[in-house]
């Protein structure tokens, strides 16, 4: 062979060897299945420069193993709770945006009839995963689960598992170089192993039949079948039971008629639905409701519903951390319902599956949103196809949940013909994989003169539901008399005012027109007078003000109010709620 063929070959070669293993399709339901946790105290190493590849950190090796000097050991080093972001974990570890190496050991019996999967529910920002020793896949995305099916690699007996976990932000990350909101880095959600026949329930939607309240709608999908295959979905409460055959991929679809109580924040009924097959049975909580606009109407049931709402990142300020447990989800859903609340905003990514969950058990319906915030690289060939991702992983996790309502694409992206067409593109995406719900996306792009604004962006012809975020009294002067100020929204669509807001320091008190104070009551003040201006929003269907809690962002520089917390919760960092809050509240009480 000629030496240039040589080198081209073992060039094509190093090339595929580097090539990323891209993640697979993740299972539906996880806590429904024979799953063992992963979580606790993962053994780490601190890799600011990045090095660890290059010193194959994922082998593990030992200076008397490899034959001479290993510098690296996760022997006796620092241990980091899994789930759980690192900022919090470690003083050192406040500001750090690079790569932690986690590293966990379990012990394994592999069954000839069983399949086995690891699953991530989360972990910030870019994942690459070793079993080993060996490479196994990777994931980008820091909201959403991956997993990797491993039973032909797993060992009888002792094995590790490595994650190099980076959270470095960069112009072509979604979310890219700047939002208001802390970079939590880490495995900042569960991991599990999950067990499986070789043939398994591995996916399923059931929700009720488009237009109908009688009828349900199911798809199911079996793995590794190769045939056709039995599959039965029962609602044992209600007598329904329907068993049949799936094509030779594994895959079924069909109504039946059912009589179900609808879900409602009123009444958030849920049933237990089985589904099963010869080898695998499945068993998950599911509520059945509709959710449609008629001109600028919206209906839950067919009946026109308000949505009164607020905003929340997935964070415990009191903690300083990113949420992950279930008491994590109680505690900031039981103030969302304390509000008087029956919706709410996850904002700006997908929340963990636990506080989805419990939403829908407490009769909370939600708006999801994957984390196109502001300045996302549209003209960059490959975002369209990460935020589709995106997209897909938000929907195939939540796809039964009924509580979830809306899916939001993005949020204040600036209006241009790449923003555009990559908008577009998503919300086509979304609506493919999911017509039952409806999308929607929060603009802030308008026109506005002293005493109007008029919504200009073209992507608001293109979703279901409008949102639209204005800071009148923070950002923005009142020009007028909140009153007087008319809204233009040139679409007969429902219409979310997705924000509004201002500052305020808990226990600052002062006068009620100076801003500048950063006390409680010009933030009343300015619920007050935004409140008075809602009559003016054509086709308004709800509200969700900027924010439930204070929450943490580099973003927010001023010394004396803020020390890196935005300001704008109607609840304090420490949890004491601030005079808006009251302000709020008796709006929403006022509301039938
Ligand atoms: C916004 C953003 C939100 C910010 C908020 C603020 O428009 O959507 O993420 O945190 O304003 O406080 O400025």
Redesign the pocket.
């Known amino acids: 062979m000629k030496k240039t063929s040589i080198v081209c070959l073992t060039v094509c070669l190093t090339l595929l060897l580097h090539l990323p293993v891209l993640c697979q399709p993740f299972m539906t339901n996880v806590a429904g299945r024979d799953i063992r946790s992963l979580d606790g105290r993962w053994e780490a190493i601190v890799d600011l420069f990045d090095r660890g590849e290059v010193m194959k950190v994922y082998k593990n090796q030992t200076a008397e193993q490899f034959g001479r000097f290993v510098e690296y050991s996760f022997d006796r080093g620092i241990r980091l709770e899994v789930p759980g972001d690192w900022n919090s974990q470690r003083p050192e570890l406040k500001y750090y945006e690079s790569t932690i190496w986690y590293k966990r050991d379990f012990d394994y019996t592999p069954s000839p009839d069983k399949r086995l999967f690891i699953y991530f529910g989360a972990s910030n920002y870019q994942t690459d995963l070793y079993l080993n020793g060996e490479k196994i896949g990777s994931h980008e995305g820091g909201f959403t689960p991956f997993q990797f099916e491993i039973g032909d690699k797993v060992r009888t007996g002792h094995n590790f598992i490595v994650a190099r976990v980076n959270s470095r932000r960069s112009p072509l990350s979604i979310p890219a170089m700047i ?3 802390w970079n939590y880095g880490g495995i900042t959600r569960s991991v599990l192993l999950i067990e499986t026949p070789k043939k398994f329930i591995e996916d399923y939607t059931i929700r009720l039949a488009p237009g109908k309240t009688d009828e349900i709608y199911a798809h199911v999908k079996i793995a590794g079948s190769g045939t056709a295959e039995k599959a039965t979905v029962s609602i044992p409460e209600i007598g329904l039971s329907t068993t049949v055959s799936t094509d030779k991929n594994g895959e079924a679809e069909f109504t039946a008629p059912a009589r179900l109580t609808l879900w409602s924040p009123e009444n958030p009924k849920l049933y237990t639905v089985e589904i099963s097959t010869l080898s695998d049975t499945i068993r998950e909580q599911i509520g059945f409701r509709t959710i449609s606009t008629e001109g600028g109407k919206l209906l839950l049931n067919g009946k026109p519903v308000f949505l009164k709402g607020v905003n929340c990142h997935d964070e415990i300020p009191q903690r300083m951390g990113r949420a992950f447990s279930e008491a994590d989800a109680r505690m900031l859903l039981s103030e969302v319902k304390a509000l008087g609340c029956n919706f709410l905003r996850l ?2 990514y997908p929340a963990s599956e636990e506080m989805v969950r419990m939403a829908e058990r407490m009769g909370i319906m939600l708006w999801e949103e994957v984390p196109l ?1 502001q300045q996302i690289a549209f003209s960059d060939p490959g975002t369209l196809d990460k935020a589709n991702r995106m997209v897909s992983e938000m929907v195939a996790r939540d796809k039964n949940r009924c509580a979830i309502i809306l899916w939001s694409v993005s ?2 992206t600036a209006p241009g013909p790449d923003r555009n067409r990559v908008l577009g593109e998503m919300i086509r995406h979304c609506r493919m994989l999911d017509p039952s719900r409806l999308i929607t996306s ?1 603009f ?1 792009h308008t026109q506005s003169t002293p005493t109007s604004l008029t919504l200009t962006d073209p992507v608001a012809g293109l979703v279901d539901v409008i949102g639209i ?1 204005k ?1 009148y009294g923070w ?1 923005i002067p009142w020009k007028c008399s909140p009153k007087e100020l008319v809204w233009n929204v040139p679409f007969d669509k429902p219409v979310i005012f997705s ?1 509004f ?1 201002s500052e305020a320091l808990y226990g600052k008190h002062g006068d009620p027109n100076n801003a500048t104070e950063w006390n409680e009551e010009y933030q009343a003040r300015n619920y007050r007078d935004n409140i008075a201006m809602l009559p003016n929003i054509p086709h308004l269907v709800g509200t969700t003000p ?2 439930l809690f204070d929450f943490r ?1 580099p973003y927010r520089m001023n010394g004396e109010y803020q020390e890196e917390w ?1 300001r ?1 919760g109607l609840i304090s960092d420490k949890g004491h709620r601030k005079m808006a809050w009251y302000v709020l509240k008796e709006y929403y009480e006022s509301i039938p």
Request: avoid cysteine; hydrophobic fraction near 25%.
């Open positions: 939002y208001d909101w904002t700006h915030w949020n204040e929060a802030s975020n800071y950002y924000e807001g900027w924010v962002s935005n704008k």
